[in-house]
């Protein structure tokens, strides 16, 4: 997925010196980080941040600069990453930021009105939250960022009194503030139709020079009202705009939906279950799918604070709305829900199984009135150790060398005698899944069983960019038979992808095939 994420959303966890749950240590082995982290069991424990630690700010940030490097290695070089927060680590969240993607790829900060009632707080009721938005580079993301639909508020503003055959119009004003930059010739006195003499107000002066302004009169741009004596307005044809409204940074309630609207919204999901305390809501979301990605450019999006899946959610219901066919990758650590969630309930024990139970619900339709979503595709993948055996023997210092070896021989024969003979067709699917994901696939590929290669059990792999041949059967050996059908389309100026495993070629098998396909060819 490298430099191929059009949008990115993420809404880390708020640093309120409460239950930190992402404890990076970058001084561990591998052994001990599988086993903290818990990827060998069902979820991990919080780790608590609180404020009186030294490292209160630093742990945060620590864990979120990691992870913005990683945003942007995945970033597409027109893409944009949205990151919501609070007061509580914004100013030195925007300096990560502007280290990360750099100060100049800065596009802008937003305020999300995500509540309308007033709290009862010790000294201000905070009504608004953060997203700070960097492009990968600015310039192009400049060139592609998309307008807004208009709305049916911007639609009542146009009319044609005046029937003018170029169609429906809207008035703006013609005069600005005065100041440092402003021309004497934006300071004159304009006669309207009526004989009535107007000058700009105090302080302020006409945008156009007496020339401009006639110029506009004479193309019917200019109005002065149905009697003729108003104050003179600029005309600005619906013909003429652009397909929608330049994106604001202020996005209200009754725009974007609060967390209130969003709270009732995830407990329909569920049924009348709370299932989540804090989601954002879906409309919020889908505001910067809007601004980002376009109905039918298979979008890749992602969002690796899923939390309630909020994100998917919005991705699903965009594509419904406009026919679009954006894709979306969710990620969540197995985070421990409460004992006394609500969710609990339901049989979810970690946060994650919260994020894969809405997709399916929002795919599948809910509430009184179910409305399932056209999809093409849901998987979930949980992160674990390689399919592929590694040696994990540790020889014993108080044994001989010959005791050692002998142990690490039936060491070995253990792990082939135990290995892939009990695969099932989950596991199957779980080893095509890694080799193609370091060969640099999409999981999002397609598996056609090739009957031309009748010697050898070869999938065509295809994920809408690359293809390839595969074989990763355990007990085959490439056959003769294989190697020269690929040799011929090689010949042929169609030289295949072909992969397989290292266990299944001699040492002349693996020689032609690097002869003949060259870097097209890669054994596991």
């Known amino acids: 997925c490298r430099n191929q ?24 082995d591998k052994q001990s980080y599988w086993e903290e982290s818990g990827v060998t069991d069902n979820g991990v424990q919080l780790n608590s941040n609180p404020e009186t630690s030294g ?29 919501s927060c609070d007061d509580n680590e914004l100013t030195n969240l925007k300096r990560v930021l502007d280290l990360v993607f750099g100060e100049d790829n800065f596009i802008a900060t937003f305020l999300w009105e995500k509540r309308t009632t007033r709290e009862n707080r010790k000294v201000f009721s905070i009504n608004h939250d953060y997203i700070l938005c960097y492009a990968r580079d600015k310039e192009r993301f400049t060139e592609r960022r998309n307008m807004l639909p208009i709305t049916a508020e911007v639609e009542a ?9 170029r169609g429906e119009w809207q008035s703006v004003s013609i005069n600005a503030q005065a100041g440092p930059g402003r021309r004497k010739e934006q300071f004159f006195t304009i006669t309207t139709p009526s ?55 202020l996005w209200q309630a009754n725009e974007v939906g609060t967390t209130d609207t969003a ?47 909020t994100f998917a959610d919005a991705v699903l219901k965009q594509n419904l709305a406009d026919e679009g066919n954006r894709r979306c990758i969710s990620v969540q650590i197995p985070e421990f829900l409460p004992e006394d969630s609500p969710a609990r309930a339901l049989d ?67 792990k082939e005698a135990s290995y892939f003979l009990t695969l099932s067709a989950d596991g199957e699917q779980a ?11 999409q999981l999002h590929y397609t598996r056609t069983l090739r009957d031309d290669f009748p010697d050898n059990t070869i999938y065509e792999i295809n994920d809408g960019r690359r293809t390839a041949l595969v074989c990763l059967a355990w007990n085959e050996s490439i056959k003769d038979s294989t190697i020269k059908t690929l040799r011929d389309q090689a010949e042929a100026g169609d030289r295949p992808f072909f992969i397989c495993l290292e266990r299944s070629l001699t040492t002349t098998a693996k020689w032609n095939l690097k002869h003949f396909l060259g870097n097209h060819f890669n054994a596991f």
């Open 55 to 83: 490292r209160h700010h630093s742990d945060w940030l620590s864990m979120i600069y990691a992870r913005l490097c990683v945003a942007r290695s995945l970033l597409h070089p027109d893409g944009a990453i949205f990151v």
């Open 348 to 414: 979810h024990e970690i946060l994650s199984d919260i994020t894969i139970e809405r997709v399916k619900r929002v795919i599948e339709g809910y509430g009184d009135n179910p409305q399932p979503i056209p999809d093409t595709g849901f998987k979930v993948y949980k992160l674990q150790k390689s399919n592929f055996p590694r040696c994990e023997f540790k020889p014993d210092p108080d044994a001989d060398e010959a005791t050692n070896v002998a142990a690490l021989r039936q060491y070995i024969e253990e």
């Open 5 to 28: 994420g059009k949008s990115i959303y993420i809404a880390p966890p708020d640093n309120t010196g409460h239950d930190f749950i992402y404890k990076d240590d970058y001084k561990k």
């Open 157 to 165: 503003r146009y009319s044609n009194p005046d029937n003018d055959a």
């Open 431 to 441: 080893v095509f899944d890694e080799v193609l994901l370091k060969n640099g696939f």
């Open 195 to 249: 004989g009535r003499k107007v000058d700009p107000p105090s302080g302020r002066c006409w945008i156009v020079t007496q020339e401009r302004l006639q110029e506009l009169i004479d193309d019917g741009r200019i109005w002065f009202g149905k009697d003729g004596g108003n104050v003179p307005r600029e005309k600005l044809f619906k013909s003429e705009s652009n397909d929608g409204l330049v994106p604001h940074t």
């Open 263 to 309: 709270k009732k919204h995830l407990i329909n999901v569920f049924g009348g279950v709370e299932a989540f305390d804090t989601p954002k809501s879906v409309e919020l979301l889908q505001r910067i799918l809007q601004i980002t990605t376009n109905p039918k450019e298979q979008a890749l999006t992602m969002d690796f604070f899923a939390g309630s899946g």
